[in-house]
């Protein structure tokens, strides 16, 4: 019998192709893409015809985790996903950037990966 882990694997490789094959990031439109590990998130705005990576922001960057350290009370998850979707958004619109193709890669459009998009929505991109 197969190992678990490697089954798991081979059929989150199989959703991320799937998403990608729909998914393309021009220079008009790049592709904004959020990766997420159990602790921390990570997006990045990608021109796919350059092989370009334009913005990027994560809950580890030096000025999404002072933000969080700011606020009065502890952020949960979800909440810290939020803050690095209007950050992201931030850094798009400074770099002229107004709308972009959303690529969630392997993980469900829930939770972290909707606060995202929610508070990347709320803060000025189109997608």
Same mark, same amino acid.
């Given at each position: 019998?197969?190992?678990?882990?490697?089954?798991?694997?081979?059929?989150?490789?199989?959703?991320?192709?799937?998403?990608?094959?729909?998914?393309?990031?021009?220079? /008009?439109?790049?592709?904004?893409?959020? =990766?997420?590990?159990? +602790? #921390?998130?990570?997006?990045? !705005?990608?021109?796919?015809? $350059? /092989?370009?990576?334009?913005?990027?922001? =994560?809950?580890?960057? +030096? #000025?999404?985790?002072?933000? !969080?350290?700011?606020?009065? $009370?502890?952020?949960?998850?979800?909440?810290?996903?939020?803050?690095?979707?209007?950050?992201?958004?931030?850094?798009?619109?400074?770099?002229?950037?107004?709308?972009?193709?959303?690529?969630?890669?392997?993980?469900?459009?829930?939770?972290?990966?909707?606060?995202?998009?929610?508070?990347?929505?709320?803060?000025?991109?189109?997608?």
């Amino acid at each position: 019998m197969a190992d678990k882990n490697i089954v798991k694997f081979n059929r989150s490789q199989k959703r991320r192709r799937r998403v990608r094959r729909k998914v393309l990031g021009t220079a /008009e439109r790049p592709r904004l893409t959020v =990766s997420k590990s159990l +602790k #921390n998130i990570y997006v990045q !705005i990608i021109d796919d015809e $350059k /092989e370009i990576t334009l913005a990027a922001a =994560s809950s580890v960057s +030096k #000025n999404v985790a002072s933000d !969080i350290k700011k606020s009065k $009370k502890k952020m949960n998850k979800t909440q810290v996903a939020a803050k690095v979707g209007e950050i992201i958004a931030q850094t798009a619109k400074e770099k002229g950037i107004e709308t972009v193709v959303f690529d969630r890669n392997r993980n469900r459009y829930h939770g972290r990966v909707k606060a995202v998009a929610d508070a990347a929505r709320e803060a000025g991109l189109k997608f």
